[in-house]
């Protein structure tokens, strides 16, 4: 398993600079034990063990286990970069697709529902990880809708959050329940297609003549 680890957030440190390979390491260690254990099992210690680091060093860049897990999550829910030459509805397929990845056979797909399942009894955690993870990823379907509204393809009127419950809600259904067969690229096409039909602006209706 091979994690770019992110740009991490955060107060500058003195003394030594830090080590991104070192960095990298502890990601990959936290993914690790998040897809084993969970996330109320996963433990500090067990994640300096994993990446064979000590406890001060995992504790002097990630202060919580919180934050640990929600920047190690970070790293595997990659976006395709922005593009202004992409249109509207090859993008929203483009941002589908990054979501659908997340099979049963993958990391992320052991880890997501995980998450999901143990975020009632961790506010905090399910917090930070709407603010940092899933609020950048709906910002982006955000532009692309808006985009579509400028451009006369979706309507004036149109409901941003909803449209992207919309367009997402089928694929995250996809990912942690129908796992057989797992999404494949066209689905998210798919969804698109079908979802767009439905936003696109209504016709006007030609006011009816009285006798």
């Known amino acids: 398993m091979t994690v770019t680890s992110p740009a991490l957030e955060g107060p500058r440190q003195l003394g030594r600079p830090r080590n991104p390979k070192l960095d990298t390491l502890i990601i990959e260690a936290t993914l690790t034990v998040l897809a084993e254990t969970g996330y109320a099992a996963l433990t500090m210690e067990a994640v300096a063990q994993r990446a064979g680091v000590g406890k001060a060093t995992l504790y002097r860049r990630w202060p919580s286990k919180e934050q640990l897990v929600i920047d190690a999550v970070r790293t ?15 993008e929203l397929v483009l941002l589908l697709e990054a979501i659908g990845r997340k099979s049963s056979s993958s990391v992320a797909g052991k880890i997501f529902p995980r998450l999901i399942g143990e ?21 982006r379907f955000r532009a692309a809708l808006r985009r579509g509204i400028a451009e006369g393809l979706l309507r004036r009127d149109l409901d941003l959050e909803h449209a992207i419950d919309l367009l997402v809600g089928p694929m995250a259904y996809r990912n942690l329940l129908r796992t057989e067969p797992p999404p494949g690229p066209e689905l998210a096409a798919r969804i698109v297609d079908d979802v767009l039909v439905c936003l696109a602006p209504r016709p006007r209706t030609e006011p009816q003549e009285h006798a």
């Open 76 to 90: 595997i829910c990659e976006q395709p970069e922005p593009d202004a030459a992409t249109g509207v509805r090859d």
């Open 119 to 139: 975020s009632a009894d961790n506010p905090e955690m399910l917090a930070g990880y709407r603010e940092q993870v899933l609020e950048p990823r709906r910002e």
